[in-house]
């Protein structure tokens, strides 16, 4: 990327920084309410998700939904939530360069440098999702590292990594779900759709 192009992709961050001072001046006269309220909003959930996983680690397996087990993915998908019904508090992290890689990091996933992400990514399982260096990712990918399956008359919960190859190349409107695998340099179509069919092993 030219040094241009790196300085304009800045623009929205100061733009956003510019509407947030201005909506600061005319707002109440207490600021670390706003800092105090983003953190909640944020940092809060990450917070709780680190020691959710110290003591139930999200892994790949199959769970009788009829289980009185504790779910160690019903806790994790509870922390994240606020994000997958309100998408737009995670879209809006889009506005600083790197910042959703960051995030998405946090929670658990293992992001390579350079993705480009479009804001419209939706990514469910937050702590099961590997993708390497220089992946683009399209216009309303969405991602989902858990399923309900029917094994042996009985409603199974699989949970199983999503993983995507550098170098990848992501179209538009594709539906991952749990256990595709895409191979590094790989093309996929828009609107491609991958789900797991097989047994769980």
Known sequence: MTILGRLISL???????G???FLYLTAATHPIFIIASLAWLYLLPLLLNQIHNFFYPLKEESKNLQS???????GNHQLQYLFIIVPQFEQ???IVPGLYSVWLRAWGSKIGKK??????V???????????????????TAMS???VADIDGRAHLIT??????????IGADSQFGPGTVIEPRSKIKPKTRLWWRGEYQ
Do not use: N, Q
């Open 115 to 120: 993705v480009f992400w479009t804001p419209r």
């Open 92 to 94: 809006i992290l889009h």
């Open 145 to 147: 590292s858990h399923m």
């Open 19 to 21: 509407f947030s001072y």
């Open 11 to 17: 623009f929205p961050l100061v733009h956003f920084l």
């Open 68 to 74: 009185k087990e504790y779910s160690a993915w019903w």
């Open 122 to 140: 939706e990514i469910l399982d937050r702590g099961l999702v590997e993708i390497g260096d220089g992946v683009v990712i399209g216009h309303l």
């Open 160 to 169: 199983k990594k999503i993983i995507i190859g550098e170098r990848s190349f």
